[in-house]
C-alpha cells in the first residue's frame, strides 16, 4: 500500500492538468473550458494513480477487481459529465459567470483565474477523489458485500444523475417549455435529482473504500462534494436562478430539496 506516494502522484496530476488547462483557456480567451474538463479531471487523476502503483507492482500484486473497477466507474461519471457539458457549451461562447469575473477583475482576471479558479478546482478535485485513492493504492483481496452495496448504491446515483439530466435537456428543448418550472419524471420527487445522484455516487465509492486500510478517511470525497453540491455551487445557485419562474414557490413548497420523496399535499 502508497498512500503518500499516491498522494504526492495525485497532488502534481492535479496542478500539472489545471495549469495546461488555465494556458489553454488563455490562448482561446474562455474559461468555461474548465467546466467541460471537470469530469475528465478525475478520471485522468485515478488513471495516472492507477497507472503509477502498478508500475511499482508490475506483478500485480497489489491490484484487483476493486481498483480497476472504481477507476472505470469514475471514467463512466466523468466522460458522461463532459461529453454533456461540452454538447451544452458548444457555440455559446464564455459562459456568463466568467464574462462577469472578466468585467470585476479587470487587470486581474488570468492571474485571479489561475489561483482562485483553476487551482482551486485542482484542490477541490484533490478532496472529492480522495476514496478513489486510497482504493487505488489499497491491497489487493476478493470483492465482499461492501463492494457491492457500494456498486449498488453508485448505480442509483448515477440512475438519478443521468436520468435527471437527460429529462432536464429534453424538456428544454420544446420552446414552449422556456421559462416554466419541470415538474415530471424524477423531477417530481426532487428539485434536484441530479445533484443527488452526483452526492450519491461519491458515497457509493465511499463504501467501496471501506473495506481498505485507511478507507474511512475517504469520506472526506462524499461530505465535500455533498456540502458543495447544497451550500455552494449547485442548488443554491440553480435555485436563485429559479426564483422569479412562475410556478417556483409552490414546486418549491411540494416538492423535497434533495433526497427523492413523495409531494406534499396541495
Known amino acids: 500500500m502508497n498512500i503518500p506516494q499516491t498522494l504526492i502522484i495525485a497532488v502534481i ?4 492538468y489545471f495549469t495546461i488547462l488555465f494556458a489553454v ?16 479531471s478525475f478520471i485522468v487523476a485515478a488513471w495516472v494513480a492507477l497507472a503509477v502503483n502498478l508500475a511499482r507492482n508490475p506483478a500485480g500484486t497489489s491490484f484487483g477487481a476493486r481498483q480497476y473497477m472504481v477507476a472505470a466507474l469514475v471514467s463512466i461519471w466523468g466522460l458522461r459529465l463532459g461529453v454533456r457539458i461540452f454538447r451544452r457549451n458548444r457555440g455559446r461562447g464564455e459562459d456568463p459567470r466568467y464574462v462577469k469575473f472578466r468585467e470585476q ?7 485571479r483565474s489561475y489561483f482562485q479558479l483553476f487551482l482551486f478546482q485542482a484542490l477541490i478535485l484533490m478532496l472529492n477523489v480522495t476514496p478513489v485513492l486510497l482504493i487505488v493504492a489499497g491491497v489487493r483481496s476478493s470483492l465482499v458485500w461492501s463492494d457491492w452495496l457500494g456498486l449498488a448504491v453508485w448505480v442509483v446515483g448515477f440512475f438519478f444523475e ?8 429534453s424538456f428544454l428543448k420544446v420552446p414552449e ?7 415530471r419524471g424524477l423531477w417530481r420527487y426532487t428539485r434536484h435529482p441530479n445533484y443527488f445522484g452526483e452526492a ?9 473504500a471501506l473495506n481498505q486500510p485507511w478507507g474511512w478517511v475517504g469520506v472526506i470525497g462524499p461530505v465535500v462534494i455533498t456540502g458543495m453540491l447544497l451550500f455552494v455551487s449547485g ?3 440553480t435555485e436563485r436562478m429559479m426564483e ?4 417556483w414557490e409552490e414546486y418549491k413548497r411540494t416538492t423535497s430539496m434533495f433526497i427523492p420523496w413523495f409531494k406534499k399535499a396541495g
Open 200 to 208: 450519491t455516487m461519491w458515497w457509493g465509492i465511499f463504501i467501496i
Open 13 to 16: 496530476t492535479a496542478f500539472a
Open 177 to 183: 417549455n422556456r421559462g416554466t418550472i419541470i415538474d
Open 162 to 169: 443521468s436520468v435527471g439530466d437527460y429529462q432536464l435537456d
Open 235 to 237: 442548488v443554491p445557485m
Open 105 to 111: 477583475w479587470g487587470k486581474w482576471f488570468t492571474l
Open 244 to 247: 422569479k419562474t412562475p410556478g
Open 25 to 40: 483557456a488563455v490562448i482561446v480567451k474562455d474559461n468555461s473550458i474548465l467546466d467541460i474538463a471537470w469530469g475528465p
